[in-house]
C-alpha cells in the first residue's frame, strides 16, 4: 500500500506559477513510476506528465507545450510538477497517481495506475 498527498494548489492569476508536490507513504517510492493527472468539472481526469521509477525520460500531455516540468527525488519519497505560464483551462483537481507495474511504455491512463492521492484544486483566474 502506497499512500500519497499531494500539496501545493492554490489560485493563482494567468501567466503565474505553481509548484505542486506529492509526498508518498508506505511502500518503496522508487519501485513506482509517478504521474500527474487533472481533472476539471464535467471533464474526464487527463494525463498531464509522468516519470519513470528511476527518472530519466519525462512523459507530458502534448497540450502543455512544455509549461510544466516533472520531477522526483527518491531520497524523500516525493514527486513534484512545475507549472509556468498558467491558463485559465489549467483550472482542475490535481492528482498525483503511483503505478506499480513493469511496462516497456509509459502508461498515460488511469486505469493504469494502482494509488491516488486525494487531489489538490488549481485554479487560473484570467
Known amino acids: 500500500q502506497v499512500q500519497l498527498v499531494e500539496s501545493g494548489g492554490g489560485l493563482v492569476q494567468a501567466g503565474g506559477s505553481l509548484r505542486l508536490s506529492c509526498a508518498a507513504s508506505g511502500r518503496t517510492f522508487s519501485n513506482y513510476a509517478m504521474a500527474w493527472f487533472r481533472q476539471a468539472p464535467g471533464k474526464e481526469r487527463e494525463f498531464v506528465a509522468g516519470i519513470p521509477r528511476s527518472g530519466g525520460r519525462r512523459y507530458y500531455a502534448d497540450s502543455l507545450q512544455g509549461r510544466f516540468t516533472i520531477s522526483r527525488d527518491n531520497a524523500k519519497n516525493t514527486v513534484y510538477l512545475q507549472m509556468n505560464s498558467l491558463k485559465p483551462e489549467d483550472t482542475a483537481v490535481y492528482y498525483c497517481?503511483?503505478?506499480?507495474?513493469?511496462?516497456?511504455?509509459?502508461?498515460?491512463?488511469?486505469?493504469?495506475?494502482?494509488?491516488w492521492g486525494q487531489g489538490t484544486q488549481v485554479t487560473v483566474s484570467s
Open positions: 497517481a503511483a503505478d506499480r507495474g513493469s511496462r516497456a511504455v509509459f502508461a498515460t491512463t488511469p486505469g493504469a495506475y494502482d494509488y
